[in-house]
């Protein structure tokens, strides 16, 4: 992928904001093999290289699978803040200057890890990457769809303590099967403790499954919501009412949402007034962090810079943080842009 020096460029330079990230998919094989050794835990892959070479997936599930398998060796609490620690010098790197950050904790306290231990690692690196490397942030507690009501009851019950730490709630995991209905009351539950809601919908599953994000769990996001074209009335309602939608377009070639890059929907949905946002879901095992998805975008759709400055915009926009902050972030990306 070779792109124009000035698109290269521009990407580089702009200040970026990273909206859908889980925490757990910045795993990378390296870490893996490394927390293995230090809790003695034997894997299944006899090698780093080998690992990484099992990162092809029919599917969300089969992604899903490994995923899962890939976090029983984050135990402790350092476990969780070195894991964070890691992400956040890497999107330093690119340029990221706040991201919104998903965790699973059922993926843990299902392994006996509790969740203040989870919380806490995540919490101690979030504020080291404020202090040390100048990222502000925020957390989003992701309840597992495969799983009951009650147990995303129990987990909010976990979380309580720590409520005024954590920004919002999410729903991820299998989708199909899975409706955002099935969690209306947690979602309820959680706003009434005045956290913000946001929803995966529309990844594999229908476009009824955004609207039921909307209607029943009141999200102010949609996270991944590419197959909103499916329904022409939905993608009008999600221009005028500015929802986002956080997309995720190397997640998207990975788990064969599309079959190549030059069909996503990106560019069309931006045309068509929707605030699109890039972001890089699982880089660990999607070939990319943040700016790599912005390159594959600009490169499988030839965007040009009015299409990637809106881009950068739009997560500015759709982000939870304040909004003197915004509009300084808004400036200093224009400032990018003028001095291309
Ligand atoms: N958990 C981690 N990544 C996910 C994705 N892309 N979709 C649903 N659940 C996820
Ligand atoms: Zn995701």
Not at 60 to 82: K, M, N, S, T
Request: proline share 5%; hydrophobic share 45%; with cysteine.
């Amino acid at each position: 992928m070779t792109l124009p020096a000035s698109i290269e460029s521009l990407i580089r330079r702009l200040p970026k904001v990273e909206l859908h990230l889980h925490i757990e998919g910045s795993l990378e094989p390296e870490m893996v093999f490394a927390k293995a050794a230090k809790h003695g835990v034997t894997l299944p892959h006899a090698s780093i290289d080998d690992l990484r070479a099992a990162y092809q997936f029919a599917d969300l599930q089969a992604f899903l699978d490994i995923y899962y398998a890939g976090c029983d060796v984050l135990r402790d609490e350092d476990d969780f803040y070195d894991l964070c620690w890691a992400y956040l010098e890497r999107a330093h790197a690119d340029g990221v200057v706040h991201v919104e950050i998903f965790f699973d904790p059922q993926t843990h306290t299902g392994r006996g890890v509790p969740y203040p231990t989870v919380h806490r690692g995540l919490r101690r690196a979030l504020a080291d990457g404020q202090a040390r490397l100048g990222i502000s942030s925020e957390l989003i507690l992701c309840f597992l769809r495969h799983l009951s009501e009650d147990d995303a009851f129990a987990t909010l019950e976990h979380a309580r303590p720590f409520v005024g730490e954590l920004a919002g709630v999410g729903l991820d995991s299998g989708e199909r099967g899975n409706p955002p209905s099935k969690f209306e009351r947690v979602f309820a539950a959680a706003r009434g403790l005045g956290l913000k809601a946001v929803a995966h919908a529309g990844e594999e599953g229908p476009a009824a499954y955004i609207r039921e994000a909307l209607d029943l769990l009141h999200v102010v996001r949609v996270d991944h919501g590419v197959r909103c074209d499916e329904d022409p009335a939905l993608v009008a309602e999600l221009a005028r009412r500015r929802i986002p939608l956080t997309v995720c377009p190397l997640s998207n070639l990975k788990l064969r949402v599309y079959r190549d890059l030059a069909d996503h929907n990106l560019a069309r949905l931006l045309a068509a007034g929707v605030c699109v946002t890039v972001n890089s879901d699982d880089p660990a095992y999607f070939g990319g962090y943040l700016a790599d998805n912005y390159r594959a975008v600009a490169a499988a759709l030839a965007l040009g810079a009015p299409e990637l400055v809106q881009l950068a915009r739009n997560a500015v926009e759709a982000s939870w943080l304040p909004a003197a902050r915004q509009a300084e972030l808004s400036a200093a990306i224009d400032r990018v842009a003028v001095d291309r």
